[in-house]
């Protein structure tokens, strides 16, 4: 059973930083491209920063320059490192992997508060 668990998330003031984790079992960690998504209060759940198998990374336009993605294959661990935050980065962060063409299993997520 594929499992995705999210972690790291925090309540840090605006220009603070964070460190999250998705720690990944049951599927082979390094042919997988790895996804981080956010979700807040009445909004939809977009799409945050991707990181290949080959580790080649993408970064939505409003996060670019501030967070920064990484794999450990490993640790069967993605991280996404967080820095400049803002109070419009408070959200849920998920991390999930296109499996049959589909986002499946969503975790419980990691709850990230920027406070102004």
């Known amino acids: 059973q594929v499992r995705l668990v999210e972690s790291g998330g925090d309540l840090v003031q605006a220009g603070g930083s964070l460190r999250l984790s998705c720690a990944a079992s049951g599927l082979i960690f390094a042919d997988n491209d790895i996804d981080w998504f956010r979700q807040a209060p009445g909004m939809a759940r977009e799409l945050v920063a991707s990181?290949?198998?080959?580790?080649?990374?993408y970064y939505a336009d409003s996060v670019k320059g501030r967070f920064t993605i990484s794999r450990d294959n490993a640790r069967n661990t993605v991280y996404l490192q967080l820095n400049s935050l803002k109070p419009e980065d408070t959200a849920q962060y998920y991390c999930?992997?296109?499996?049959?063409?589909?986002?499946?299993?969503w975790g419980r997520g990691t709850q990230v508060t920027v406070s102004s």
């Open positions: 990181i290949t198998s080959g580790g080649s990374p």
């Open positions: 999930n992997t296109l499996r049959d063409g589909a986002y499946q299993d």
